[in-house]
C-alpha cells in the first residue's frame, strides 16, 4: 500500500506515511494531539529538507525528494 501511494504522488507523500507514524511514537495515540502534531510536523520536516536541498549544493537546487528520500528511506525500514 504504501509503494503504491509513493508511486502515484511523489516522494513528497513519503513525508505523510512517515510524520504520522513518528509523531504517533513521540506523543501517544490521542487524536486531539495527533492529527495537528503530524500537520505541523511533516510541514516542518519538508521545510528542513527544502532548506537541506538549497543549502547542500549552494549555487544548484537539489531536488527535495532526495533530501527526503534520504532522511526516510532508513525510518521507514526500521518502522
Do not use: C, E, K, N
Not at 503530524?38 to 549544493?57: K, N, S
Not at 549552494?58 to 527535495?64: F, G, Q, S
Amino acid at each position: 500500500v504504501a509503494a503504491t501511494a509513493v508511486a502515484f504522488s511523489g516522494i513528497i507523500a513519503f513525508v505523510g506515511l512517515i510524520v504520522p507514524h513518528l509523531v504517533r511514537i513521540l506523543w501517544g495515540h490521542d487524536y486531539r494531539r495527533l492529527i495537528p502534531l503530524a500537520t505541523i510536523g511533516g510541514g516542518a520536516v519538508l521545510l528542513a529538507a527544502d532548506i537541506i536541498a538549497r543549502t547542500v549544493m549552494a549555487p544548484r537546487d537539489l531536488p527535495v525528494g532526495i533530501v527526503t528520500s534520504i532522511a526516510g528511506a532508513p525510518f521507514f525500514l526500521w518502522l
